[in-house]
T-cell receptor, first 111, second 113 residues
Framework: QKEVEQNSGPLSVPEGAIASLNCTYS??????FFWYRQYSGKSPELIMS??SNGDKEDGRFTAQLNKASQYVSLLIRDSQPSDSATYLC???????????WGLGTSLAVNP | SQTIHQWPATLVQPVGSPLSLECTVE??????LYWYRQAAGRGLQLLFY??????ISSEVPQNLSASRPQDRQFILSSKKLLLSDSGFYLC????????????FGPGTRLTVL
């Protein structure tokens, strides 16, 4: 069964620190990887997508992909209390148009 | 950019009552559409997805059904709700510029009593 695994947390970091969120996946044919942020009681919103090995930066967010090791990570620099949320990792399911979702990592940024 | 509308935002229904949740999409054509359920404190569970009008794939056998009567309209229904149907129902759309990214509507929080 294809799986996406995340540490449920909670991950607690002080304001201004770097938060590191990790995700591993089981399906070697996956080619598309996504990070979503979900605030409590709200719907998920897309933060970043990554398709190639290496780093992809967007503002304070950096996604890192290593297909050989089957992991994808999200770094949040200069963490802010407003970054406190659950972060969901999603991976495309082979050659169809579904995504496989992790259960999410809860992040708390403390002022 | 696309916009996904869902209504109602919240719903409280008695056990055994019917359900109809509607999702409409603006700003894209021929999207792939998805219904998810998220139980309290749990992950996203894919219920149905659709790649076109009248085309529905069911992921989980249960008392729910879905229909896609128009290109940008996706409906989730039940004839008789169960207590276990309570949760946060999310509609998502994908296919903008051919991408796999899914974009979510605001969701409907359903409580079955």
């Amino acid at each position: 069964q294809k799986e996406v695994e995340q540490n449920s947390g909670p991950l607690s970091v002080p304001e201004g620190a770097i938060a590191s969120l990790n995700c591993t996946y089981s399906d070697r044919v996956s080619q598309s990887f996504f990070w979503y942020r979900q605030y409590s009681g709200k719907s998920p919103e897309l933060i970043m997508s990554i398709y190639s090995n290496g780093d992809k930066e967007d503002g304070r967010f950096t996604a890192q992909l290593n297909k050989a090791s089957q992991y994808v990570s999200l770094l949040i620099r200069d963490s802010q209390p407003s970054d406190s949320a659950t972060y969901l990792c999603a991976v495309n399911a082979g050659n169809n148009r579904k995504l496989i979702w992790g259960l999410g990592t809860s992040l708390a940024v403390n002022p | 950019s696309q916009t996904i509308h869902q209504w109602p935002a919240t719903l409280v229904q008695p056990v055994g009552s019917p359900l109809s949740l509607e999702c409409t999409v603006e700003g894209t054509s021929n999207p792939n559409l998805y219904w998810y359920r998220q139980a309290a404190g749990r992950g996203l569970q894919l219920l149905f997805y659709s790649v076109g009008i009248g085309q529905i794939s069911s992921e989980v056998p249960q008392n729910l059904s879905a229909s896609r009567p128009q290109d940008r309209q996706f409906i989730l229904s039940s004839k008789k709700l169960l207590l276990s149907d309570s949760g946060f129902y999310l509609c998502a759309s994908a296919g903008l510029a051919g991408g796999l990214e899914q974009f979510f509507g605001p969701g409907t929080r359903l409580t079955v009593l």
